[in-house]
């Protein structure tokens, strides 16, 4: 056969376009799979915890952009449903506090249905290859439950998707603590020292404390989920630290967290 090519020229020649051309009609036709795939599993996806965006991490337009948040309760969910921007932000809604991932395995995920459904609307079952977002935030209650479901997500990432928080890809969402207005002026305040400057520089204010997500109406918690909006990326400095610590925090209820907690958080 090669010595058949070399002495013509012409048939080598239409071979060899021949292959070339069966390589392209290849390479479009794994093309056109790869997003007929991609479409039929967007089409497929349903979970009763999402609501989803039009756009993905991935996506050519406006893929770097895609947030979901994931949140308790649905009068926090009411609000940034309302509030939120549909192309590119998607909001999970957890019905109750998650499990305590800490000591437990994989299959755990499976049989637990918020962390199964958490898992499929990230898209991470496989690895963060499939990440369906490129920010997840953590948007909770600013008090105690809140930061207990904070610490929860937290440990269920560590636990089972640790790719996900090293990659930088996990945040945590701040929102106001005080609102300081009166008829002309309004602040809002993330911190008791804001409060009491805002106090001293707005006569005549009135003060409202945010107990939970769900008291922000949903036009005011436009401004905090748009352009300044304000995120905490959640960073590891040293992931040989984090057993250590998830142990302390999530495992047993030892005397010295008991301690802890007495001296810190109470």
């Known amino acids: 056969v090669v010595d058949f090519l070399h002495k013509n020229r012409e048939a080598a020649k239409r071979l060899e376009q021949r292959i070339i051309n069966n390589e392209k009609l290849r390479k479009d036709l794994n093309a056109v799979k790869k997003e007929a795939k991609e479409n039929a599993r967007k089409i497929a996806f349903k979970n009763p915890n999402l609501r989803?965006?039009?756009?993905?991490?991935g996506d050519r337009k406006r893929g770097d952009e895609?947030?979901?948040f994931i949140t308790e309760g649905q009068s926090a969910a009411g609000s940034i449903v309302s509030s939120r921007d549909p192309n590119t932000q998607a909001i999970f809604v957890m019905t109750g506090k998650p499990q305590n991932a800490y000591g437990r395995g994989k299959a755990e995920v499976y049989k637990n249905e918020l962390l199964y459904n958490l898992m499929m609307a990230l898209g991470v079952e496989e690895g963060i290859d499939g990440l369906r977002y490129n920010r997840v935030v953590l948007a909770t209650d600013a008090d105690v439950d809140g930061f207990?479901?904070?610490?929860?997500l937290l440990t269920f990432f560590l636990t089972y998707f640790?790719?996900?928080v090293v990659a930088g890809h996990v945040y945590i969402l701040e929102t106001p603590l005080f609102r300081v207005r009166n008829k002309r002026d309004t602040i809002y305040c993330y911190s008791e020292k804001e409060r009491d400057a805002g106090l001293k520089k707005v006569k005549g204010a009135e003060v409202t404390r945010f107990k939970g997500l769900g008291e922000i109406s949903p036009k005011e918690f436009s401004q905090f989920i748009g352009e300044?909006?304000?995120?905490?990326k959640v960073a590891i400095d040293k992931m040989s630290e984090v057993p250590q610590t998830?142990?302390?925090y999530m495992g047993k209820n030892t005397p010295e967290r008991r301690e802890y907690i007495m001296e810190n958080m109470l």
């Open 52 to 57: 989803d965006c039009k756009y993905h991490f």
């Open 66 to 68: 895609s947030t979901v």
């Open 148 to 152: 207990h479901i904070r610490n929860l």
């Open 162 to 164: 640790e790719d996900l």
């Open 228 to 232: 300044d909006i304000k995120l905490v």
């Open 246 to 248: 998830l142990e302390f």
